[in-house]
């Protein structure tokens, strides 16, 4: 991890907008009486998101004074965390993700994109417009390789479609966020290749297929058909399989036996359920046979 200090240049003061001291003062209301330094993290971030993502001492100070902690508490914690900047970053602040996946999916190429057009890291660009570091795995490694600018992400990135995306961002063009060719969220690229048969609405009456796409293979029937030459059957078998046998063949006991009830266990049933069964027992009509 690289020294984190302070930037030298200062702004003079710092105060929270308006609607930001409400916010503020709503925070620290989570927090029982003698807690309010709880609060600390998200006032510090607030504080940064209002100062163009960078935070300066002014406003460090500021947030301690508010929750009535040291000084050294403060800054302690905004020096620790590497989600506070402590120096001005550009307008568009890059982080890209370098960790494994995204590194086998191509990171380095986004990382020499950076390199060229905005310089080494945590250089803001002279038009003010960008600047960027690396940083560790962001959680959408289905989607790698990817950054976060800003608030948002950007992801599954390749050099050209990355470049077209600064260009965008400099010329103050709309930008899509999310992936970028077009994938909603982490779905397979190619398609569906597993989950292709559902159970229906109350998760009871399947197996039920995916609407077919117009023109699109029906990979469900492909996949059930492989299925069915494969399986053997008995308990190995794939579940929505041994679900088309009769119930005798699943479970070994004649169809009607008490113990036939649907559930895994054969153990007296207690609770609720006891409780159900008990209440139907007592409205249905009497039986003919007497004791
Ligand atoms: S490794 Fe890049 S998002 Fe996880």
Redesign the pocket.
């Known amino acids: 991890m690289s020294v984190r200090r302070l930037a030298e240049v200062q702004p003079p003061s710092f105060e929270f907008t308006g609607e930001n001291r409400v916010w503020a003062d709503k925070q620290i209301q989570k927090y029982p009486p003698g807690r309010q330094a709880s609060a600390i993290i998200p006032l510090l971030w607030q504080a940064q998101k209002q100062n163009g993502y960078w935070l300066p001492k002014p406003a460090i100070e500021k947030v301690a004074e508010q929750l009535g902690m040291p000084l050294i508490r403060a800054l302690e914690i905004a020096t620790f965390y590497t989600m506070f900047n402590l120096e001005p970053v550009g307008k568009f602040y890059i982080q890209m993700?370098g960790?494994?996946?995204?590194m086998l999916q191509g990171?380095d190429e986004i990382k020499a994109v950076l390199e060229r057009r905005i310089g080494p890291p945590h250089r803001v660009t002279a038009d003010g417009l960008f600047s960027w570091t690396e940083v560790e795995?962001?959680?959408?490694?289905c989607n790698?390789?990817?950054v976060q600018i800003n608030d948002d992400y950007y992801e599954d990135l390749t050099p050209n479609n990355f470049e077209k995306l600064l260009d965008d961002l400099a010329a103050g063009r709309p930008v899509k966020k999310g992936s970028q060719i077009g994938r909603v969220t982490s779905e397979p690229v190619d398609g569906l290749t597993s989950l292709t048969e559902f159970w229906g609405k109350d998760g009871r009456s399947g197996p039920g297929k995916l609407p077919k796409e117009e023109g699109a293979p029906d990979r469900a029937a492909a996949a059930g058909e492989k299925v069915s030459q494969d399986a053997q059957p008995g308990l190995n078998a794939p579940l929505h399989t041994q679900m088309s046998q009769s119930q005798e063949q699943r479970t070994g006991k004649p169809e009607g036996s008490v113990a036939d009830t649907g559930t895994r266990t054969e153990r007296p049933v207690s609770g609720e359920g006891k409780r159900a069964d008990d209440a139907a027992q007592a409205s249905a009509p009497p039986s003919k046979h007497t004791p």
Do not use: I
């Open positions: 993700c960790t494994t996946p995204c990171s795995c962001l959680g959408a490694c790698a390789p990817m």
